[in-house]
T-cell receptor, first 114, second 112 residues
Framework: KQEVTQIPAALSVPEGENLVLNCSFT??????LQWFRQDPGKGLTSLLL?????REQTSGRLNASLDKSSGRSTLYIAASQPGDSATYLC?????????????FGPGTSLSVIP | DTAVSQTPKYLVTQMGNDKSIKCEQN?????MYWYKQDSKKFLKIMFS???????INETVPNRFSPKSPDKAHLNLHINSLELGDSAVYFC???????????FGSGTRLTVV
Protein backbone atom coordinates (compact mmCIF):
# COMPACT_ATOMS: atom_id res chain seq x y z
CA LYS A 1 0.00 0.00 0.00
CA GLN A 2 1.39 3.37 -1.04
CA GLU A 3 2.14 5.75 1.79
CA VAL A 4 3.27 9.33 1.36
CA THR A 5 4.97 11.36 4.07
CA GLN A 6 6.22 14.93 4.17
CA ILE A 7 8.90 16.51 6.29
CA PRO A 8 8.81 18.93 7.99
CA ALA A 9 5.17 19.23 9.05
CA ALA A 10 5.64 22.96 9.52
CA LEU A 11 8.34 25.43 8.61
CA SER A 12 8.86 29.09 9.40
CA VAL A 13 11.54 31.08 7.60
CA PRO A 14 12.46 34.75 7.17
CA GLU A 15 11.78 36.32 3.82
CA GLY A 16 14.51 35.81 1.24
CA GLU A 17 15.68 32.41 2.42
CA ASN A 18 15.92 29.41 0.16
CA LEU A 19 14.14 26.34 1.49
CA VAL A 20 13.53 22.68 0.75
CA LEU A 21 10.41 20.65 1.40
CA ASN A 22 10.65 16.87 1.40
CA CYS A 23 8.26 14.17 0.25
CA SER A 24 8.75 10.41 0.57
CA PHE A 25 6.72 7.54 -0.84
CA THR A 26 6.94 3.83 -0.17
CA UNK A 27 6.10 2.32 -3.57
CA UNK A 28 8.29 3.45 -6.45
CA UNK A 29 5.84 2.18 -9.09
CA UNK A 30 4.34 5.56 -9.88
CA UNK A 31 3.12 7.37 -12.97
CA UNK A 32 3.97 10.79 -11.66
CA LEU A 33 4.37 13.02 -8.63
CA GLN A 34 2.65 16.35 -8.31
CA TRP A 35 3.25 19.26 -5.95
CA PHE A 36 0.28 21.39 -4.93
CA ARG A 37 -0.19 24.51 -2.92
CA GLN A 38 -3.21 25.08 -0.70
CA ASP A 39 -3.99 28.46 0.80
CA PRO A 40 -6.20 28.57 3.93
CA GLY A 41 -9.82 27.96 3.04
CA LYS A 42 -8.96 27.52 -0.62
CA GLY A 43 -8.59 24.74 -3.14
CA LEU A 44 -5.46 23.12 -4.46
CA THR A 45 -3.27 24.81 -7.01
CA SER A 46 -0.96 22.61 -9.04
CA LEU A 47 2.64 23.81 -8.92
CA LEU A 48 4.71 21.17 -10.68
CA LEU A 49 4.12 17.74 -12.18
CA UNK A 50 7.02 15.32 -12.61
CA UNK A 51 6.48 12.25 -14.73
CA UNK A 52 8.15 9.04 -13.57
CA UNK A 53 10.70 9.26 -16.38
CA UNK A 54 11.77 12.77 -15.39
CA ARG A 55 14.25 13.89 -12.75
CA GLU A 56 13.11 17.45 -12.18
CA GLN A 57 10.79 20.25 -13.20
CA THR A 58 11.19 23.99 -12.79
CA SER A 59 8.74 26.85 -12.69
CA GLY A 60 9.99 30.29 -11.74
CA ARG A 61 11.45 30.14 -8.24
CA LEU A 62 10.29 26.55 -7.77
CA ASN A 63 12.25 23.44 -8.59
CA ALA A 64 11.00 19.93 -7.91
CA SER A 65 13.17 16.83 -8.14
CA LEU A 66 12.24 13.18 -8.23
CA ASP A 67 14.31 10.17 -7.26
CA LYS A 68 11.94 7.34 -7.94
CA SER A 69 14.25 4.55 -6.88
CA SER A 70 14.68 5.99 -3.40
CA GLY A 71 11.07 7.14 -3.17
CA ARG A 72 11.86 10.79 -2.66
CA SER A 73 10.96 14.18 -4.04
CA THR A 74 12.02 17.64 -2.97
CA LEU A 75 10.49 21.01 -3.65
CA TYR A 76 13.02 23.81 -3.62
CA ILE A 77 11.79 27.37 -3.21
CA ALA A 78 14.30 30.10 -3.93
CA ALA A 79 14.24 33.56 -2.39
CA SER A 80 11.08 32.92 -0.39
CA GLN A 81 8.41 35.62 -0.14
CA PRO A 82 5.54 36.16 2.31
CA GLY A 83 3.16 35.26 -0.51
CA ASP A 84 4.65 31.77 -0.52
CA SER A 85 3.03 31.10 2.86
CA ALA A 86 0.66 28.17 2.37
CA THR A 87 0.44 24.42 2.83
CA TYR A 88 2.40 22.41 0.28
CA LEU A 89 1.17 18.95 -0.61
CA CYS A 90 2.84 16.27 -2.64
CA UNK A 91 0.80 13.57 -4.31
CA UNK A 92 1.75 10.44 -6.21
CA UNK A 93 -0.24 8.55 -8.81
CA UNK A 94 0.53 4.88 -8.41
CA UNK A 95 0.57 2.12 -10.96
CA UNK A 96 -0.33 -0.69 -8.65
CA UNK A 97 -3.35 0.78 -6.97
CA UNK A 98 -6.69 -0.89 -7.44
CA UNK A 99 -7.99 2.23 -9.10
CA UNK A 100 -6.68 5.33 -10.73
CA UNK A 101 -6.04 7.51 -7.70
CA UNK A 102 -3.58 9.94 -6.27
CA UNK A 103 -2.30 9.54 -2.74
CA PHE A 104 -1.58 12.74 -0.87
CA GLY A 105 0.98 13.44 1.78
CA PRO A 106 -0.11 15.25 4.95
CA GLY A 107 1.44 18.52 3.79
CA THR A 108 4.03 21.02 5.00
CA SER A 109 2.72 24.27 6.38
CA LEU A 110 5.07 27.06 5.33
CA SER A 111 5.18 30.49 6.88
CA VAL A 112 7.47 33.14 5.40
CA ILE A 113 8.05 35.99 7.81
CA PRO A 114 8.48 39.50 6.34
CA ASP B 1 -12.81 30.23 -17.37
CA THR B 2 -12.77 27.94 -14.35
CA ALA B 3 -11.41 24.52 -15.27
CA VAL B 4 -13.08 22.57 -12.46
CA SER B 5 -16.00 24.27 -10.75
CA GLN B 6 -17.97 23.13 -7.74
CA THR B 7 -21.22 24.39 -6.30
CA PRO B 8 -22.07 25.33 -3.69
CA LYS B 9 -18.94 26.71 -2.08
CA TYR B 10 -20.51 26.48 1.37
CA LEU B 11 -23.27 24.18 2.58
CA VAL B 12 -24.76 24.13 6.06
CA THR B 13 -27.44 21.56 6.73
CA GLN B 14 -29.04 19.54 9.49
CA MET B 15 -28.38 15.95 10.39
CA GLY B 16 -30.49 13.49 8.49
CA ASN B 17 -30.91 15.66 5.41
CA ASP B 18 -29.98 14.63 1.88
CA LYS B 19 -27.77 16.99 -0.13
CA SER B 20 -25.90 17.15 -3.41
CA ILE B 21 -22.73 18.88 -4.49
CA LYS B 22 -22.19 19.56 -8.17
CA CYS B 23 -18.96 19.46 -10.13
CA GLU B 24 -18.22 20.37 -13.72
CA GLN B 25 -14.98 20.33 -15.69
CA ASN B 26 -14.32 21.97 -19.05
CA UNK B 27 -10.92 20.40 -19.65
CA UNK B 28 -12.12 17.45 -21.69
CA UNK B 29 -10.68 15.06 -19.12
CA UNK B 30 -11.89 11.50 -19.09
CA UNK B 31 -11.81 10.87 -15.35
CA MET B 32 -13.29 12.74 -12.41
CA TYR B 33 -12.85 12.30 -8.69
CA TRP B 34 -14.20 13.26 -5.33
CA TYR B 35 -11.90 13.82 -2.38
CA LYS B 36 -12.65 14.52 1.25
CA GLN B 37 -10.44 16.77 3.36
CA ASP B 38 -11.08 16.30 7.04
CA SER B 39 -10.41 18.57 9.98
CA LYS B 40 -6.80 17.44 10.07
CA LYS B 41 -6.44 18.63 6.48
CA PHE B 42 -5.71 15.16 5.17
CA LEU B 43 -7.02 14.47 1.66
CA LYS B 44 -8.55 11.08 0.92
CA ILE B 45 -10.03 9.86 -2.31
CA MET B 46 -13.67 8.83 -2.26
CA PHE B 47 -14.48 7.99 -5.87
CA SER B 48 -12.87 7.73 -9.25
CA UNK B 49 -15.15 7.76 -12.30
CA UNK B 50 -14.78 7.69 -16.05
CA UNK B 51 -17.11 6.72 -18.87
CA UNK B 52 -16.53 3.08 -18.25
CA UNK B 53 -16.06 2.56 -14.61
CA UNK B 54 -16.90 3.79 -11.16
CA UNK B 55 -14.33 2.85 -8.59
CA ILE B 56 -15.17 3.33 -4.99
CA ASN B 57 -12.92 3.64 -2.01
CA GLU B 58 -14.18 0.84 0.18
CA THR B 59 -14.05 3.02 3.29
CA VAL B 60 -16.69 5.41 1.94
CA PRO B 61 -20.16 4.84 3.48
CA ASN B 62 -22.85 3.86 0.99
CA ARG B 63 -24.73 7.01 1.95
CA PHE B 64 -22.40 8.70 -0.50
CA SER B 65 -23.09 8.18 -4.18
CA PRO B 66 -21.59 9.83 -7.24
CA LYS B 67 -23.84 10.60 -10.17
CA SER B 68 -22.53 11.48 -13.61
CA PRO B 69 -25.03 12.79 -16.15
CA ASP B 70 -22.26 13.17 -18.71
CA LYS B 71 -18.51 13.13 -19.10
CA ALA B 72 -18.06 16.70 -17.87
CA HIS B 73 -20.07 16.37 -14.68
CA LEU B 74 -19.73 14.32 -11.53
CA ASN B 75 -22.11 15.19 -8.72
CA LEU B 76 -21.89 13.88 -5.18
CA HIS B 77 -25.10 12.92 -3.45
CA ILE B 78 -25.14 12.32 0.30
CA ASN B 79 -28.06 10.69 2.11
CA SER B 80 -28.88 10.93 5.80
CA LEU B 81 -26.12 13.38 6.63
CA GLU B 82 -24.19 12.85 9.86
CA LEU B 83 -22.09 15.20 11.97
CA GLY B 84 -18.95 13.33 10.90
CA ASP B 85 -19.61 14.19 7.27
CA SER B 86 -18.58 17.77 7.99
CA ALA B 87 -15.49 18.40 5.88
CA VAL B 88 -14.32 20.08 2.70
CA TYR B 89 -15.11 18.08 -0.41
CA PHE B 90 -12.99 18.56 -3.50
CA CYS B 91 -13.76 17.56 -7.03
CA UNK B 92 -10.89 16.88 -9.42
CA UNK B 93 -10.31 15.72 -12.95
CA UNK B 94 -7.51 14.17 -14.97
CA UNK B 95 -6.77 12.52 -18.27
CA UNK B 96 -6.33 8.98 -16.99
CA UNK B 97 -4.18 10.38 -14.19
CA UNK B 98 -1.19 10.51 -16.45
CA UNK B 99 -0.85 14.26 -16.82
CA UNK B 100 -1.68 15.32 -13.31
CA UNK B 101 -4.84 16.47 -11.65
CA UNK B 102 -6.83 19.69 -11.60
CA PHE B 103 -8.85 20.47 -8.51
CA GLY B 104 -11.92 22.52 -7.87
CA SER B 105 -11.98 25.10 -5.10
CA GLY B 106 -13.86 22.87 -2.69
CA THR B 107 -17.22 22.75 -0.95
CA ARG B 108 -17.22 23.26 2.79
CA LEU B 109 -19.98 21.09 4.23
CA THR B 110 -21.11 21.68 7.80
CA VAL B 111 -23.64 19.34 9.34
CA VAL B 112 -25.35 20.67 12.47
Amino acid sequence: KQEVTQIPAALSVPEGENLVLNCSFTDSAIYNLQWFRQDPGKGLTSLLLIQSSQREQTSGRLNASLDKSSGRSTLYIAASQPGDSATYLCAVTGMKTSYDKVIFGPGTSLSVIP
Amino acid sequence: DTAVSQTPKYLVTQMGNDKSIKCEQNLGHDTMYWYKQDSKKFLKIMFSYNNKELIINETVPNRFSPKSPDKAHLNLHINSLELGDSAVYFCASSQAGIYGYTFGSGTRLTVV
